[in-house]
């Protein structure tokens, strides 16, 4: 198993310890998860499995003190795995001590930070590592250090990031369905820095709302989350990570039972990495129907438009999210298990290769939650970056335990 890169042992070895968090101070809530992965299809490499069992336990240590106005809190994360020994791994999700005081608030140590409206994609969401170790579609994060310094006005918020320490991006193992379609050494990870993993980047963001409007600009500088690839003499690539600008706007428009959406994003290169600047666009909309079948369920209609103006096959990086089409439909029903089913399709525009996905959700008994998620990528052209998926259909079942 993975080790842990943070200073965090002596809360480790406390909730390890048996002593009564009770007795600390501390609230505390757990979730166990049992996972069952299945890949159907049969892939052309006999060496990929196509079956995965895992379980996580994710434990939240939280407490409040100084009259409320000061917040700890504690998440680790571990995830076991029967067949794939890169996602057996562990990590601190969130150890920082949040003070506010007026308008203005400050928070120190490690957490995780979402900023984007759009369903399919999320162009600006760019301070957390993406988290592929525990998710196919991009959502789940690492933790990453920071000193994150707000200030609140009436109907805004201006934030400034300190962010010392970068966490490298984790791969499947190669006999992963999933997984890239060439080995990589993710041991010796170059950088255009010559701090590497010292390197400290800053971030801003100033978000508010106005009427029907919320918004969101946001400035990056420093290390790229995402690598581009290098090869090495011994035929594997290399990670190579550069040092970026980022500028990033996000809109939503309410209006009535529409939901306006839009991610834009500018990144900007140092000319010595002869990388070129790039920019790209997702936007949609979600129109929502209340009420449906006698109030059993509401229906949202889903489509967004995936725009980036490099090619689909860029110097040393796949670019999925090209000229592409995202539509679905959400089906949130009013029952008292709050079920959720989502179901959309991607296109690309450009040669037609289509991938199905769905995701659902419902609370079992008192305290559980099952989910399903399904991918199915049933016609993809061999030119497009995600080729190497065409046999990697895949079903994921969990059951998430509350305690």
Request: aromatic share 14%.
């Amino acid at each position: 198993m993975k080790t842990i890169p943070w200073p965090a042992l002596p809360a480790i070895c406390l909730l390890l310890s048996g002593c009564p968090i009770s007795l600390l101070g501390f609230e505390d809530s757990y979730i166990l998860e049992l996972e069952a992965l299945v890949f159907p299809t049969d892939s052309e490499d006999p060496a990929r499995f196509n079956d995965d069992f895992a379980a996580s336990f994710e434990p939240e240590l939280r407490t409040t003190f100084n009259e409320g106005n000061t917040i700890t809190k504690f998440v680790p994360f571990m995830r076991w795995s029967s067949r794939d020994q890169e996602r057996r791994h562990a990590d601190i999700r969130e150890l920082y001590v949040l003070h506010s005081l007026d308008s203005w608030e400050t928070l120190a140590g490690v957490t995780r930070v979402f900023w984007g409206v759009t369903e399919s994609n999320h162009l600006v969401d760019i301070i957390n590592q993406t988290n592929f170790l525990e998710g196919f579609d991009g959502e789940d994060k690492l933790g990453q250090p920071m000193v994150r310094f707000s200030r609140s006005f009436e109907q805004s918020a201006l934030t400034f990031f300190i962010l010392p320490g970068f966490r490298e991006r984790q791969f499947l193992s190669i006999d992963n369905p999933l997984s890239v379609p060439f080995p990589i050494n993710n041991d010796s990870p170059l950088y255009e820095s010559s701090d590497g993993q010292s390197h400290v980047d800053f971030a801003s963001r100033f978000s508010g709302y106005r009427g029907i409007l919320d918004y969101g600009l946001s400035w990056f500088s420093g290390t790229s989350r995402d690598p581009y690839f290098v090869p090495a003499e011994d035929g594997r690539l290399i990670p190579f990570y550069p040092l970026i600008d980022q500028f990033g706007l996000d809109i939503q428009i309410t209006k009535d039972a529409w939901l306006w959406k839009l991610e834009a994003i500018r990144r900007e290169f140092n000319n010595a990495t002869s990388i070129e600047d790039f920019s790209a666009t997702v936007g949609g909309f979600e129109y929502s129907f209340y009420g449906m079948a006698d109030g059993l369920f509401d229906l949202g209609l889903l489509a967004e438009y995936h725009y980036d103006s490099r090619d689909s096959r860029a110097d040393r990086v796949p670019v999925i999210f090209q000229n592409d089409v995202f539509a679905g439909l959400r089906f949130g029903f009013t029952d008292a298990e709050s079920s959720e089913i989502l179901a959309g399709v991607f296109v690309d525009q450009d040669d037609q290769s289509t991938s199905f996905r769905i995701e659902a959700n419902r609370r079992v008994f008192t305290d559980a939650r099952i989910s399903l998620e399904a991918q199915v990528f049933s016609s993809v052209d061999p030119g497009n970056a995600i080729y190497y998926l065409r046999n990697s259909d895949f079903l994921r079942l969990s059951l998430e335990l509350y305690f």
